[in-house]
C-alpha cells in the first residue's frame, strides 16, 4: 500500500507532483479501495482466522483455551451424530436445490406468459420470502400436526386418508421440513429466473419462430442456454442456503431441537448446541471449519461445473 | 482509549445520571452513597413480577441498597451468564437452576456463601432437605426461594363424563392406566380426539420416568454419590415399558398431541398430566373447566417424587460493598416474607419447612399434594441438565419411533449418559 499523500507534499517539487495522473489515479482508487478491505480484514478474516485456531483448542467459554492439536477434529470424525448429521446436511442439499431450482424455473417460466394478473401472482410467490423464517415454521409446524389440530391432516382425513405423523417420524420430518425451506425461497429464485427470461432478446425468439422451431426446442435451444448465469447462481446461492439450513428445523422442532432422534439436525444446528448448549467452543469451532469447507468446496465445485466454455 | 472512555461514559450516562440523582438525595436523607447491585434470572412473568415486588419489599428496608433486575429469555439465560463472566461484568446475585452448579463453580461464576451470615446448622434446619444439592465441599452456594415437586393434573370434568368420580383421582399406575383409558376418544380412523394423558417428554415425562418410575418399580435412577447411572436394571427396563407401553400398549395418548402436553391440557382435550409446582399460575386462568391435583400414582405402594429447584447465588466478581448488599439481598430472597410472594405470586413452594408446612398450606387441595410429595422427592445431582434430559428423550423415541428393544434403549442410554457423568468429574 503507498503511503497516503500529505497536503504539504502535493507541490510540483513534491514526490506525488512528479507522479503521472494515471499513477495518481491508482493511488486514489486503492485509497478508497483500502477502507473496505481494512473493513472485511478486521470483520470477516481476522475473526475467520481465530476460529481456525480456536477449533485446535478445548475453549469453553469459562477456561482459558488450551491448545489439543487435531484431538476436536478426531472426536468430531468418530461421532456418529457428526456423520448422521452430515448425511441431513446433504439430503437438504441433494433434494432441496434441484427441486427448488426446478419449480421455480417452471413456475418463471409460465408466470412470465401470464399477463392477467401478472404483478398480483408475483407479488403472492414473493411474499414468504419477506416472512420472518422463525414464523413460517410456527405456521408450517401448525399445519403439521397431528389430528384434530393439524391443518394438512384435516385434509387427509377429510379425503378418507390415514393421518401421517409428519414431524414425529424420523422418516417424514426431514422432507416435510425441507419443502418449508423450498416453498420460502420460492418467491426469490423466481423472480431472478423472470429477469433472467427477460433479459433474453425477443429477435432470437422472433427468428427461431421465422425458421419453424417449436416450442420445445425453442425452450431447449435458446431458454436455457440463455438463462445459464442465472441458473450458476441461484444454483450456488440456494446450495449455500441449503447447507446453512437452521431457523426452520430449530423452529420445527423446538421441543426436541433436531429431532425427534437427530433425524432433522442440519450442521449449523449441532454447531449451535455445541457452542450454546454445551459451551464446547474448541469444538464447534472445528465444526464450522468443517462447514467452511464444505461450502467452500461445493461451491468451487458448481461455478466450475456450471462455467461458461 | 479515549475513544473507549467516551463509549462507556456514553453507554452509562443514564445510570451515571440516575446514580448522581440517587446521590444528591439520599446524602440529603442519610448521607450514605447507594449501592446498587444486579439480580439477574430469566424471563417469565410471573416470576419477574413476584422478584419486582420483592425487590421493593427489600429497598424500603434498606434504603442505602438499590436492586436492578435483569432479565433474559430462558433459552439465551445460561450463555448470558457464562458470557458475562468472560466479559468480566456478571451479576451480584443470580438465579441458578441446581443442576447448573457444578460447571457454575467450575468456571468460578458464584462464591460459596459466607458462614458467617448462613450458618449450615440454620440452613439444614429450616429448609427442606433437597437443598442439600447446593452444597459442595462443606460450602452452601446458593439457596432457594421457593422449590418444585411434582404431582398429577386432572380434568374433573373429563372425569365426570367418562363416568368417573372427579373427586377420587387414581392412586396407583393401574388405576392411572384404566381412568386414561376410560377418558380417551378416537375417531373412526382411529386418531385421538381427546387423550387420556397428555405425554410431553421432553418437559416433565423424562423426569417423570428417570426419577420417580424408576424408583416406584424399585430401582435407582444414580448411585448414592450421584457419579454412577443406576437405572440400567430390571425396575429401569419395566419402568421404562410402562412408559412407553402408554402410547404402545395401552394408546391412551400421543407424544405432539396438540403439540404440547400442557396445551393439551388446557385445551381440555386430555384428562391428565404429569407437571410440575410452577405450572399451577398458568393452569388457574383456565375458564372452561374445574381441575384438580393429585399425590403422583404409586406402584406396588411405592411413592417417589422429585424435587428441583432455582437457588440464589452470589456472584463471583461481587466484592466489597456490593458483596454485602449482595449478601443482604440474598437473606431477604430466601426468608419467609419472600417466599409467601413467591408463592401467591409464582404459586411455587416456599423452601423453608416453617413457611410451607403450615396447616392451610397442607390441606390446601393444589397445593395440598406438592408439599406432600415434597417429604419424600429425591433431588439427583446432575452435571449437563440438558445433555442428561436429550438421553433420556433420546432412549424413549428409538423405543417409540424405531421399536429398539427395551433393554437395547436403555443400555445404551446409559452408556451415553455416564460418559457425560464421567467428562464431567474428569475435568
Given at each position: 500500500m503507498t503511503a497516503l499523500p500529505s497536503p504539504r507534499s502535493a507541490g510540483l517539487s513534491g514526490p506525488w507532483g512528479r507522479l503521472s495522473i494515471a499513477t495518481k489515479q491508482i493511488v486514489w482508487a486503492w485509497t478508497f479501495l483500502a477502507l473496505p478491505v481494512l473493513f472485511f480484514a478486521a470483520v470477516r478474516f481476522y475473526p475467520t482466522l481465530q476460529g481456525f485456531y480456536l477449533s485446535l483448542t478445548d475453549w469453553d467459554l469459562l477456561n482459558e483455551a488450551r491448545f489439543i492439536g487435531l484431538d476436536n477434529y478426531r472426536k468430531l470424525f468418530a461421532d456418529p451424530v457428526f456423520w448422521q448429521v452430515f448425511r441431513n446436511t446433504f439430503a437438504?442439499?441433494?433434494?432441496?436445490?434441484?427441486?427448488?431450482?426446478?419449480?421455480?424455473?417452471?413456475?418463471?417460466?409460465?408466470?412470465?406468459?401470464?399477463?392477467?394478473?401478472?404483478?398480483?401472482?408475483?407479488?403472492?410467490?414473493?411474499?414468504?420470502?419477506?416472512?420472518?423464517?422463525?414464523?413460517?415454521?410456527?405456521?408450517?409446524?401448525?399445519?403439521?400436526?397431528?389430528?384434530?389440530?393439524?391443518?394438512?391432516?384435516?385434509?387427509?382425513?377429510?379425503?378418507?386418508?390415514?393421518?401421517?405423523?409428519?414431524?414425529?417420524?424420523?422418516?417424514?420430518?426431514?422432507?416435510?421440513?425441507?419443502?418449508?425451506?423450498i416453498w420460502a425461497h420460492l418467491g426469490f429464485q423466481i423472480i431472478i429466473f423472470m429477469a433472467g427470461l427477460r433479459a433474453i432478446p425477443t429477435s432470437y425468439y422472433e427468428a427461431a419462430r421465422i425458421d419453424g422451431l417449436g416450442e420445445g426446442a425453442i425452450l431447449r435451444r435458446i431458454t436455457i442456454p440463455l438463462l445459464k448465469p442465472t441458473t450458476v447462481f441461484l444454483v450456488v446461492f440456494s446450495s449455500i442456503g441449503f447447507l446453512r439450513i437452521f431457523d426452520q428445523v430449530y423452529n420445527m422442532t423446538s421441543n426436541d431441537p433436531g429431532g425427534p432422534l437427530n433425524s432433522t439436525k442440519p450442521l449449523v444446528l449441532m454447531i449451535y448446541q455445541t457452542a450454546f448448549s454445551s459451551y464446547q467452543m474448541g469444538y464447534a469451532a472445528a465444526q464450522t471449519v468443517v462447514l467452511f469447507v464444505i461450502l467452500f468446496s461445493i461451491s468451487m465445485a458448481q461455478l466450475w461445473i456450471l462455467r461458461s466454455r | 482509549m479515549r475513544f473507549a472512555t467516551i463509549a462507556r461514559l456514553w453507554l452509562r450516562r443514564p445510570l451515571l445520571a440516575a446514580t448522581i440523582a440517587l446521590g444528591i438525595l439520599s446524602s440529603g436523607a442519610s448521607g450514605a452513597r447507594a449501592v446498587e447491585i444486579q439480580y439477574w434470572q430469566y424471563v417469565f412473568d410471573t416470576r419477574v413480577q413476584a422478584m419486582s415486588e420483592v425487590i421493593k419489599q427489600f429497598e424500603a428496608e434498606n434504603p442505602g441498597i438499590t436492586v436492578k433486575q435483569v432479565t433474559f429469555p430462558y433459552a439465551d439465560y445460561q450463555t448470558r451468564l457464562i458470557a458475562a463472566k468472560a466479559a468480566g461484568r456478571g451479576p451480584d446475585v443470580m438465579q441458578l437452576f441446581y443442576g447448573w452448579l457444578d460447571t457454575f463453580i467450575a468456571g468460578k461464576l458464584v462464591q460459596p456463601l459466607p458462614k458467617a451470615s448462613f450458618k449450615d446448622a440454620e440452613i439444614e434446619r429450616d429448609f427442606f432437605p433437597i437443598v442439600s444439592a447446593m452444597k459442595r465441599g462443606g460450602q452452601y452456594y446458593g439457596l432457594p426461594t421457593a422449590v418444585r415437586s411434582m404431582a398429577l393434573f386432572y380434568n374433573k370434568d373429563l372425569f365426570q363424563k367418562a363416568g368417573l368420580d372427579p373427586d377420587k383421582p387414581p392412586q396407583t399406575l393401574d388405576e392411572l392406566v384404566a381412568a386414561a383409558k376410560a377418558i380417551t376418544r378416537r375417531d373412526a380412523a382411529g386418531n385421538f380426539?381427546?387423550?387420556?394423558?397428555?405425554?410431553?417428554?421432553?418437559?416433565?415425562?423424562?423426569?417423570?420416568?428417570?426419577?420417580?418410575?424408576?424408583?416406584?418399580?424399585?430401582?435407582?435412577?444414580?448411585?448414592?454419590?450421584?457419579?454412577?447411572?443406576?437405572?440400567?436394571?430390571?425396575?429401569?427396563?419395566?419402568s421404562l415399558e410402562f412408559y412407553t407401553g402408554l402410547q404402545k400398549l395401552h394408546r391412551i395418548g400421543q407424544e405432539g398431541f396438540m403439540d404440547e402436553g400442557q396445551a393439551a391440557f388446557r385445551g381440555g382435550l386430555a384428562g391428565m398430566v404429569i407437571d410440575g409446582t410452577f405450572r399451577i399460575a398458568s393452569y388457574k386462568t383456565i375458564q372452561g373447566f374445574k381441575w384438580g391435583v393429585a399425590e403422583l400414582p404409586t406402584q406396588d405402594g411405592r411413592k417417589a417424587n422429585f424435587g428441583s429447584y432455582f437457588a440464589n447465588a452470589i456472584g463471583a466478581s461481587a466484592t466489597g460493598e456490593k458483596l454485602a448488599a449482595a449478601e443482604k439481598f440474598l437473606a431477604f430472597v430466601s426468608s419467609e416474607k419472600a417466599m409467601t410472594v413467591w408463592l401467591d405470586k409464582v404459586g411455587e413452594l416456599p423452601a423453608r419447612r416453617a413457611v410451607a408446612l403450615t396447616e392451610a398450606n397442607i390441606k390446601d387441595p393444589i397445593y395440598g399434594p406438592f408439599i406432600r410429595g415434597l417429604e419424600y422427592a429425591a433431588t439427583p445431582p446432575m452435571v449437563d441438565e440438558a445433555a442428561q434430559r436429550q438421553v433420556s428423550i433420546d432412549m424413549i423415541n428409538a423405543v417409540l419411533l424405531k421399536n429398539t428393544p427395551i433393554k437395547e434403549a436403555l443400555s445404551a442410554a446409559a452408556t451415553r449418559e455416564q460418559a457425560i457423568l464421567d467428562k464431567f468429574k474428569g475435568k
Open positions: 437438504y442439499l441433494v433434494f432441496g436445490t434441484p427441486i427448488a431450482i426446478v419449480l421455480s424455473f417452471v413456475i418463471a417460466y409460465y408466470l412470465d406468459r401470464v399477463t392477467v394478473l401478472h404483478g398480483l401472482i408475483r407479488a403472492l410467490y414473493f411474499l414468504p420470502y419477506l416472512t420472518t423464517a422463525a414464523a413460517m415454521a410456527w405456521v408450517w409446524r401448525w399445519f403439521y400436526q397431528p389430528p384434530p389440530i393439524g391443518v394438512i391432516n384435516s385434509i387427509l382425513g377429510s379425503l378418507g386418508l390415514p393421518a401421517q405423523p409428519f414431524l414425529r417420524s424420523i422418516e417424514q420430518a426431514l422432507p416435510a421440513i425441507m419443502l418449508t425451506a | 380426539q381427546q387423550v387420556g394423558m397428555a405425554l410431553d417428554i421432553a418437559r416433565q415425562d423424562h423426569n417423570w420416568w428417570r426419577e420417580i418410575l424408576v424408583r416406584q418399580y424399585g430401582g435407582e435412577s444414580y448411585s448414592a454419590d450421584g457419579s454412577k447411572v443406576a437405572y440400567n436394571s430390571e425396575a429401569g427396563a419395566k
